[in-house]
Nanobody, 118 residues
């Protein structure tokens, strides 16, 4: 059992910043991958960023240079630092933990709303 609790969403003006946190508890296996996804109204879910246990990251082209994902393994917490936010970043953001154990399982946070006003 893994529980992911997200926090940090809110309403900001364009150009502002937010940091999202994803705190995990339970049976966390390593290696693993923490991914950040978002779903905007009328759009499909998209992968925003990912980070593996070694700290290697990848980003969607739309957020490169603006978003940074990181993790603190000792705290079982992942982060998504979002800078220079744009209205098109408005979405519900979800963290995902892919446990790379004997059986690969995905766990999802509850989602947190990020709204960027113009």
């Amino acid at each position: 059992q893994v529980q992911l609790v997200e926090s940090g969403g809110g309403v900001v003006q364009a150009g502002g910043s937010l940091i999202l946190s994803c705190a995990a508890s339970g049976s966390i296996f390593r290696p693993n991958i923490v991914g950040w996804y978002r779903r905007a109204p009328g759009k499909q879910r998209e992968l925003v960023a990912g980070i593996d246990s070694a700290g290697r990251t990848n980003y969607a082209d739309s957020v490169k240079g603006r978003f940074t994902t990181s993790r603190d393994n000792a705290k079982n917490t992942g982060y998504l630092q979002m800078n220079n936010l744009k209205p098109e970043d408005t979405a519900v953001y979800y963290c995902n933990l892919k446990n790379l154990g004997p059986v690969v399982f995905d766990y999802w946070g509850q989602g947190t709303q990020v709204t960027v006003s113009s």
